[in-house]
């Protein structure tokens, strides 16, 4: 019963939405990511995804790029308990001309190993914002809509657990602020 929305720049492009607003408690998204390190304690991580354009260019073009790296603050700490390091990072997720997101992220983690099982939590300060952009058909909205959006979290902590079974990892954590997510899954390598 939403507006349709109706892309600025392919006209055939509509998008149905909940008058402009979409209520939903789960958005599953699988990206892959390649994590090289361990290198003077440092790590490196970079993920990516890019969909093209499909349906005879109906649903737009879509990417996700991220970078960062997280560096072994503990090992300038002899005989500390726990393993800590510290990481930045940066995302940045669109779809056509309609959104443009990206987010950045500062924080400390830390963790610690109990033979297969590790336990680990961190602090993050983070900024995000997204710009929408789109032609409406609705004739009681406006023509276009250019709108910018902040994301809600500014601080958030993580906890979580992972299994280390050889090559095999898996995990699940929990991030809490003014935003909650639930995230887990399958890792390769040691």
């Known amino acids: 019963t939403g507006s349709t929305f109706v892309d600025s720049r392919n006209s055939s492009l509509r998008f ?20 090289i390190g361990y290198v003077y304690g440092t790590e490196a991580t ?3 995804i890019a969909l093209p354009e499909f349906s005879d260019g109906k649903f737009p073009k879509t990417t996700l ?12 700490i002899p005989e500390f308990p726990l393993d800590l390091a510290i990481g930045v990072f940066y ?12 987010s950045v992220a500062f924080g ?6 109990f033979a297969v099982l ?8 983070e900024k995000s914002r997204m710009n929408l952009s789109y032609k409406s058909s609705d ?6 809509v250019d709108i910018t959006l902040d994301g809600a979290n500014t601080f958030r902590g993580t906890v979580g657990v ?29």
Do not use: E, M
């Open 16 to 35: 149905k939405g909940s008058d402009g607003i979409i209520n939903t408690s789960l958005f599953p998204l699988a990206v892959p990511q390649l994590t």
């Open 46 to 48: 970079v993920r990516y």
């Open 65 to 76: 790029f991220g970078i960062g790296g997280r560096h072994s603050v503990s090992q300038y």
């Open 91 to 102: 995302n940045k997720f669109t779809l056509g001309d309609i959104v443009d997101f990206n």
């Open 108 to 113: 400390a983690q830390a963790g610690k190993r």
């Open 118 to 125: 590790v336990l680990y939590g961190g602090l993050q300060y």
């Open 139 to 144: 004739p009681t909205a406006p023509p276009v």
């Open 162 to 190: 992972r299994l280390a079974l050889g090559l095999l990892n898996i995990f699940a954590d929990a991030k809490f602020g003014q935003v909650t997510a639930f995230s887990g899954g399958i890792g390769f390598g040691f």
